[in-house]
């Protein structure tokens, strides 16, 4: 259910780059650029996740996200995936703000980049994932486990 792998290229390819990370990333090495923005490891893991239709356009989400080894069963009902996780993770005390999101395709895997932010700061985090919707929810754990402290 995390972020795991990105192709050698991805990275190396910093011209593809959304401005701002694109200048962060130059001078780093693939290994060093998914260490610094895709959180592969944190104290945040998305272990479960499912989405339903209900009413109007909005999404019953469930997830078991752990936190530091503990399991926490979450519901949210948004508009979209990333709504709802955006809601879960604030329920937990570890709310992003989404400032900037962008979608890349890296063979047949989605790459959601995102500029996340809290309060004052803001920083890079990336996701992939099968489909767009996999690739934001890794993105946004992602984005959660970098929150400078």
Do not use: K
Request: charged fraction near 20%; proline fraction near 3%; include cysteine.
């Amino acid at each position: 259910m995390h972020t795991r792998h990105f192709s050698p290229s991805f990275f190396s390819r910093t011209a593809e780059l959304p401005p701002g990370m694109r200048e962060e990333a130059h001078t780093m090495s693939t290994e060093e650029c998914a260490e610094r923005f895709a959180a592969i490891t944190g104290r945040i893991r998305l272990e479960s996740w499912a989405a339903s239709p209900t009413d109007g356009d909005r999404l019953d989400c469930r997830a078991t996200i752990t936190v530091g080894g503990h399991d926490h069963a979450l519901s949210a009902r948004a508009t979209g995936q990333l709504g709802a996780l955006s809601a879960m993770l604030y329920d937990l005390g570890a709310g992003v703000e989404i400032h900037r999101l962008h979608q890349r395709h890296d063979g047949a895997d989605v790459i959601t980049i995102l500029l996340c932010g809290n309060d004052d700061r803001q920083w890079w985090a990336v996701g992939t994932g099968a489909d767009g919707d996999e690739a934001n929810r890794n993105a946004l754990i992602a984005g959660a486990n970098l929150v400078p402290h």
